[in-house]
């Protein structure tokens, strides 16, 4: 029974290392490119080595971190063939999402729905992008559920947190865009309009598409340049590299 314990008990911190280093990348505290030391994770987290390279190789198994032997581990590179890859994904899963949720519209999954709403158009009047960020991948994970498909399901996390990603390069000035485009596509899935809410679906996903596609031109041409500030018409869906939490532990002193 012990051992079973100690298995048990090093599973949850393994997923409790692997959700603080995913959140860190997905907000850019660890920017991509930089280099993952596992001892001074380690540190940071308050916890041995042990979990810290497991949770590597669970990234890096997610596309999330890029490990190079006699090199080691950093945070990968998102290219704009990769984003572009995405969001052709994006537009024929969501839009069928969407599609299935009106089919179905059951009044929980509305309410579900209208409660993060609820929530991100505080978080964005408030200025909190890092949880805007989390409660668009929270919009969309609902839209997916609102599906009713489990395999539809089974495509929806994985890709949305990508999609987080790709909206953390944009960020901050996307919100308010991108709360509104949410809450006219819950208004179709509530009214039960199947071909408007693919329709919303697909555009609010193409909005995103150009929006990153403008950043990405950005950074190419005028890399932190003060005076090319980022066009509030022109971004995707996640959380704001520049706002750190500055959270320097998971909670868990030395274990594992």
């Not at 080595?49 to 590179?77: C, H, K, M, Q, Y």
């Not at 996640?238 to 030395?254: L, V």
Request: charged letters at 25%; proline letters at 5%.
């Amino acid at each position: 029974m012990a051992d079973v314990m100690r298995g048990a008990g090093r599973t949850t911190l393994l997923g409790e290392v692997t959700e603080e280093l995913r959140r860190r990348i997905l907000s850019g505290e660890l920017a991509q490119g930089e280099r993952l030391v596992e001892d001074r994770l380690a540190a940071l987290l308050g916890v041995s080595r042990n979990p810290v390279r497991e949770s590597i190789r669970v990234l890096a198994a997610e596309g999330f971190v890029e490990v190079v032997p006699r090199v080691g581990a950093t945070v990968a590179r998102l290219t704009a063939e990769e984003g572009e890859e995405l969001f052709d994904v994006r537009m024929a899963v969501e839009g069928l999402a969407a599609r299935l949720a009106a089919r179905k519209r059951s009044p929980e999954a509305v309410a579900r729905l209208r409660r993060v709403l609820d929530a991100a158009k505080e978080a964005v009047e408030a200025g909190r992008p890092a949880e805007v960020a989390e409660l668009n991948t929270a919009f969309h994970l609902a839209v997916g559920q609102a599906a009713g498909n489990s395999y539809l399901n089974l495509m929806m996390k994985p890709m949305v947190l990508r999609a987080q990603w790709v909206f953390s390069q944009t960020a901050a000035v996307r919100g308010p865009h991108s709360w509104t485009e949410h809450l006219s596509l819950c208004e179709a899935i509530a009214a039960g309009d199947e071909d408007e809410a693919q329709a919303r679906a697909v555009a609010h996903v193409a909005a995103a598409r150009r929006s990153f596609l403008a950043a990405v031109t950005r950074t190419a041409n005028h890399p932190a340049d003060p005076d090319h500030p980022a066009d509030p018409n022109h971004a995707d869906d996640a959380d704001d590299a520049n706002h750190p939490d500055a959270q320097s532990g998971i909670g868990t002193p030395r274990r594992g």
